[in-house]
């Protein structure tokens, strides 16, 4: 497990080194600050496209994050021949991709974090709100973060035999689908086709339902009550774990078996 941490934390170094990563962060907490210039607005529709487009940007931002970061964690090791380097010490397979991948959701972690920090001021410091107004948006946040958890999850798996290029648009693709997965739901019911109602049932129960995440619409608008609020976010949390639990098994398994 030592081995893992210690994968884990490099991961985190190097990927926090790329300008890539960066910029993507960059250009989401000078979004975030850019929302100042709603105050031409009223203050309640000003706080309400504060929080959602705030929200909005730290997702969009950790979804490319993550997908970039995801997919070119173990070929760019293989292409560097690192990996042989790495492999040939006392270092099992499966430490290796646990460690890529803690180190993955670590960097997520800090980028998350660092544009909820500034999110969560620029919140906290406009009027009638305070921390008190701002603390619930990390209910959203932590929704958000989970999600991303188990899109790097996703990302890794594949990457352990798809190229970079095929891995992003695959996961994209499968992100946007997982998103709907209602819709997905509401057409295998209605439709009578046996092959179609099975197919699009095969769909909502096997791609990661992302769409359980989106818990932005209680925290812009306040008059929109969740009932059982605390279970929805348990629920949430113990399914983008046990998820990624899977999809990180495969990923071992599939990794064991490839020459590398």
């Not at 607005?41 to 993550?66: H, N, Q, V, W, Y």
């Not at 946007?176 to 997965?181: A, E, K």
């Not at 197919?199 to 929109?224: C, D, E, R, Y």
């Not at 348990?234 to 490839?258: E, G, K, Q």
Request: some cysteine; hydrophobic content about 55%; aromatic content about 12%.
């Amino acid at each position: 497990m030592s081995t893992t941490w210690v994968i884990a934390r490099t991961t985190v170094g190097e990927a926090l080194r790329r300008k890539i990563l960066n910029a993507f962060l960059f250009v989401g907490i000078i979004m975030l600050i850019l929302t100042f210039a709603f105050s031409t607005f009223a203050p309640r529709e000003e706080l309400t496209l504060i929080k959602g487009m705030g929200l909005g940007i730290i997702s969009l931002a950790g979804i490319f994050i993550s997908i970039i970061l995801a997919i070119n964690l173990i070929p760019t090791e293989i292409e560097k021949r690192t990996i042989y380097t790495i492999l040939s010490k006392p270092v099992r397979r499966h430490e290796f991709l646990l460690g890529k991948y803690f180190g993955a959701i670590g960097t997520v972690l800090i980028n998350i974090g660092l544009m909820s920090l500034a999110f969560v001021i620029v919140v906290a410091i406009k009027p009638n709100q305070g921390l008190a107004g701002a603390l619930p948006l990390f209910k959203g946040i932590a929704m958000i973060y989970l999600q991303l958890v188990l899109l790097c999850s996703l990302a890794i798996f594949f990457s352990t035999f798809l190229s970079p290029l095929v891995n992003f648009f695959l996961t994209f693709s499968l992100f946007v689908i997982g998103n709907l997965s209602s819709f997905t739901q509401d057409l295998a019911k209605v439709n009578h086709n046996p092959l179609v109602k099975g197919f699009f049932t095969a769909i909502h129960f096997l791609v990661p339902n992302f769409g359980n995440f989106q818990f932005q619409n209680p925290l812009i608008n306040p008059s929109v009550v969740v009932e059982r609020e605390a279970m929805l976010l348990m629920s949430n949390t113990i399914y983008a774990l046990v998820y990624a639990a899977v999809l990180m098994i495969l990923a071992i398994l599939v990794f064991d078996r490839r020459e590398v």
